[in-house]
């Protein structure tokens, strides 16, 4: 099960040291006639000086040899004594100017911009590997790790105490799962952050490639290997057929093939209009990916009939206990109820259907518990809805409308792992009632974790984030995405 890790705190704590009031001390000794006397009381006050000066050295010597206040040289002479120098070498990559994607890519740095969020132009003689010198506050941290992978037992909470370190975040949601399929080794750590990777606005060495760091300062077992999952985990955009998933053994998202990520049928052959406006037949179980017949503009995937199905099986891309989807759809047909999405977990099952012009979310759990969540004011045809799921509750909200809907509820368990997604066919509820099939288009698929919570307050592990920040995470991701 993945879950939020809690993360033991270490607190520095200040080596105690009792300053003494050499002024106050002096007078009380003065004699009664020399008391208040302003002249006096200067020359007290230079008679002291070099004493007062000298217990503030002494107060230094003591209390900033404690690695959490030195500063300066004096976290230089722990780091020689750790064996860890202040400069980071070729092992680290610098990141320079490029484009989005490439490693050690950062956006431009203008020459009156000292920001290190920034990366500087790259020369032809320039490595991408080199000197780094870091500021007291990175040294610190940095230090901290050494000595906790120089201490480390190699158990989950000291490997999780050293990435809160590195990547400057409360919570780690990490899994130790692995596919019965996969033969590249049983020992693997997979984390997420519920943050990109080198964010240079959230980066604690900013600048520094993070997975770089970590791969070298993270204490681990011999031969346990560590996967970096970022937020999206699947994406899949049938307006300009892009589909990428998180596979384990790779770090983020690698580029898939629509068969790879989805499962679909249909018994028989259909029309559509192609990107040139030519009428198309599609065989026997072949997708419809149609365009408008006089614009050529992309509709996304068709689905009408009531055995056209599109399918996938959740796997190690899904959180055990939270996440959301994005879900972008085109509705055709608005005088019947019907399903647009389908989701089914251990414990719970989701269902996104439209009723008298109106969006709704059901949700079941138990045996014959339900609920029903609806945004009255959602009437249009074409929608993105956010669905994320928690424990605690189901949040449900529609893009560009001022509410959202929650389902609170004992559900016990939420784990999709093994389990389908489903859009097209009927969906019959525990009560019996009947929706039928959906007919429309699907324009974009989305799935993170473990971001959870409305669409105005989005949650991440417990801790709200604000709306900016939710969408950050969906416009830097590489493809487009529907807006």
């Not at 132009?121 to 080199?130: F, Q, R, T």
């Amino acid at each position: 099960m993945i879950e939020s890790t809690p993360i033991t705190v270490y607190e520095g704590e200040e080596t105690p040291f009792q300053e003494t009031d050499y002024l106050e001390q002096a007078v009380e000794l003065t004699t009664s006639q020399f008391k208040d006397r302003d002249v006096f009381n200067r020359y007290l006050q230079l008679l002291i000086q070099g004493r007062v000066e000298l217990q503030l050295v002494i107060k230094d010597l003591i209390q900033k040899r404690s690695l959490d206040f030195a500063e300066g040289q004096q976290l230089d002479v722990i780091g020689r004594i750790l064996g860890q120098p202040r400069q980071l070498f070729d092992s680290v990559i610098i990141r320079y100017f490029g484009f989005k994607g490439a490693t050690g890519a950062s956006p431009y740095k203008e020459v009156s911009n000292t920001e290190r969020t920034f990366g500087p132009w790259k020369g032809v003689k320039d490595s991408l590997l080199g000197i780094r010198e870091l500021t007291d506050d990175e040294y610190r941290r940095l230090l901290k790790l050494t000595i906790l992978k120089n201490t480390t037992q190699a158990t989950i909470t000291a490997f999780n105490d050293g990435a809160r370190l590195l990547f400057g975040v409360d919570t780690i949601d990490y899994q130790e799962d692995v596919p019965t399929s996969y033969s590249g080794g049983a020992a693997t750590i997979t984390i997420s952050l519920g943050r990109n990777y080198n964010d240079p606005e959230k980066a604690v060495f900013s600048g520094l490639d993070e997975i770089a760091l970590a791969d070298r300062f993270l204490g681990r077992p011999l031969g346990v290997g560590v996967l970096f999952q970022d937020p999206i985990t699947f994406y899949a955009s049938f307006l300009t057929k892009s589909y990428e998933q998180f596979v384990f053994g790779t770090n983020g998202s690698a580029a898939q093939t629509f068969e790879q990520m989805f499962t679909f049928t249909r018994p028989y052959t259909d029309t559509y209009f192609d990107v040139n406006g030519d009428e198309q037949t599609a065989a026997i179980d072949e997708p419809r990916i149609a365009y408008d017949e006089n614009t050529q503009e992309p509709l996304g995937l068709c689905i009408n009939g009531p055995n056209e199905v599109l399918t996938h099986t959740w796997g190690l891309e899904a959180n055990t206990s939270q996440g959301t989807f994005r879900l972008a759809f085109q509705h055709d047909n608005t005088t019947e109820t019907e399903v647009a999405f389908t989701v089914e977990g251990e414990g719970i099952k989701m269902v996104l259907f439209r009723e008298d012009t109106y969006w709704k979310l059901r949700t079941e759990w138990g045996v014959s518990d339900s609920y029903e969540a609806i945004i009255t004011q959602a009437t249009s045809d074409s929608i993105i809805a956010n669905i994320s799921y928690t424990l605690e509750g189901v949040y449900f909200a529609i893009e560009d409308e001022d509410r959202f809907a929650v389902i609170t509820g004992e559900f016990g368990q939420t784990n999709i792992r093994s389990f389908d997604m489903r859009i097209g066919g009927d969906f019959t509820t525990n009560v019996g009632d009947v929706y039928g099939h959906f007919n429309g288009k699907v324009k974009e698929i989305i799935y993170m974790r473990p971001y959870i919570g409305e669409n105005e307050r989005v949650v991440v592990n417990g801790i709200q984030i604000t709306t900016e920040e939710y969408e950050k995470i969906l416009t830097e991701f590489d493809e487009p995405i529907v807006t």
